[in-house]
């Protein structure tokens, strides 16, 4: 089987959420953890690449999406997609515009898109300014984000200041047209000089509409939303089945964890609803600059209550708390520190008989993905929108079945930790 859509994503639950959107719409997607070095397994229309690189520096990010590219190129994909998050989560120095920019010139392609609109989850764009449900990108949490703090919503003006190309708008006046009408302005942007055109989206229609005109675009920036709209383009050409199984993950066994790293107001709120349910242990970043043990105390109270139902291990903490640890410590040490300790906890949570695993933000995702040795992840049904749960693939062999979800942030409502679980039974 050929692989049709190669793809590139900037951190691990943005994979994720690429991956579950491909097989929402029918076609069969495996996830892999970093640049591979072996075949592309025989049995997928979609291949999702997952980096690390959303928050390293520029050149490195760049390095590492090319050699992902060069790996896609190899397996003969027939379109390459870079997927980034629906908040454009960036500085201006990138890593967005560069990396979109390299891999341009390795296609030798001179013209693509950029749109994180994702309405399911309330992003979307409307003249070419960003809203994360009414409110301006802007005006939202992620203002304060700790690495990627995003105080501008009008992201023609954010990618330009990335870019050395021209960037364009494709407002919602053509998007509304439908695929044709939004064609022609891309014709129009490129006779312009435009390189880049962020493009407005309000609803899944208009992601369709525009997937639709990005049929014959070699690379396609985006969130996940864009997804939507591709599997049909192949399908017209032929390539592609209507499958009916593509997100079935089979046997699932094993007692229920969920990691929680992110400090977003969404994942804040989904900590504070499951915690009136099942046990709770947070994982003190103050105790861990003070040089405590806390991963072995954490697994010691794991098992301890690891019977009671779903456990949560969480070091989410509210804005004020992760600045003052920054202050203290480094934004980047504060952040590898609760990374580390909650991967080994992961790994700890394994020993102890765990096979269902939520985790909850991407830095802590990727962390949590390397240190149990996961090499990829087969895509399975979806939890909500832009997560669904998956099977490991294992470096080694790993006779258990393991399933887990890799939950963006900001992503899914305030039940998602006590529901989560209903979808694989």
């Excluded at 300014?129 to 984000?145: A, I, P, T």
């Excluded at 209507?242 to 094993?254: F, H, M, Q, S, Y």
């Excluded at 229920?256 to 709120?269: D, L, M, P």
């Excluded at 003070?290 to 954490?298: I, L, N, P, S």
């Amino acid at each position: 089987m050929a692989v049709l859509l190669g793809c590139i994503a900037d951190d691990f639950t943005g994979g994720t959420d690429l991956a579950g959107m491909l097989v929402k719409s029918g076609m069969k997607t495996i996830q892999l953890i970093g640049v591979p070095t072996g075949p592309a397994p025989d049995d997928v229309d979609a291949i999702v690449i997952a980096l690390k690189s959303r928050t390293n520096p520029v050149a490195d990010a760049i390095e590492e999406s090319l050699a992902a590219l060069e790996w896609l190129r190899q397996q003969g994909c027939k379109q390459y997609y870079f997927k980034y998050c629906s908040t454009f989560d960036s500085t201006p120095k990138g890593n967005i515009g560069p990396v979109a920019e390299a891999l341009m010139k390795a296609l030798d392609t001179k013209f693509t898109i950029a749109c994180p609109a994702f309405p399911a989850n309330k992003r979307s764009i409307y003249k070419g300014h960003l809203f994360v449900g009414d409110e301006l990108l802007s005006e939202s949490g992620m203002r304060n984000h700790p690495l990627t703090p995003m105080t501008n919503s009008n992201l023609v003006r954010v990618l330009q200041a990335q870019v050395k190309g021209k960037v364009g708008l494709t407002d919602y006046s053509f998007v509304k047209g439908g695929a044709g009408v939004i064609d022609k302005r891309f014709t129009d942007l490129q006779k312009d000089g435009c390189q880049f055109s962020i493009v407005d989206a309000l609803s899944d229609i208009d992601l369709y509409s525009i997937g639709a005109a990005c049929a014959d675009l070699p690379l396609i920036t985006g969130g996940s939303g864009i997804a939507l709209g591709l599997p049909e383009n192949f399908r017209k050409k032929g390539l592609l089945k209507i499958i009916g199984d593509a997100n079935k993950l089979g046997t699932v066994r094993g007692l229920k964890a969920v990691i929680a790293g992110s400090c977003s107001v969404a994942t804040q709120e989904q900590v504070r609803v499951m915690k009136e349910k099942s046990p709770a242990y947070f994982v003190d970043p103050l105790a861990l600059v003070d040089g405590k043990d806390v991963v072995a105390e954490a697994l010691s109270w794991v098992s301890e209550n690891i019977t009671k139902g779903p456990v949560l291990v969480y070091a989410t903490s509210a804005p004020e708390i992760v600045k003052s640890i920054q202050e203290k410590v480094g934004v980047n040490k504060a952040g590898e520190m609760v990374e580390h300790a909650l991967a080994h906890i992961a790994q700890g949570l394994v020993k102890l008989g765990v096979g269902q695993l939520i985790v909850a933000g991407g830095e802590t995702a990727g962390a949590v993905v390397k240190a149990l040795g996961i090499s990829g992840l087969r895509i399975g049904p979806e939890i909500a929108p832009g997560v669904p749960w998956t099977k490991a693939v294992f470096e080694q062999s790993h006779n258990e079945p393991f399933v887990l979800a890799l939950k963006s942030g900001n992503f899914g409502g305030p039940q998602f930790f006590n529901e989560a679980w209903d979808y694989i039974q």
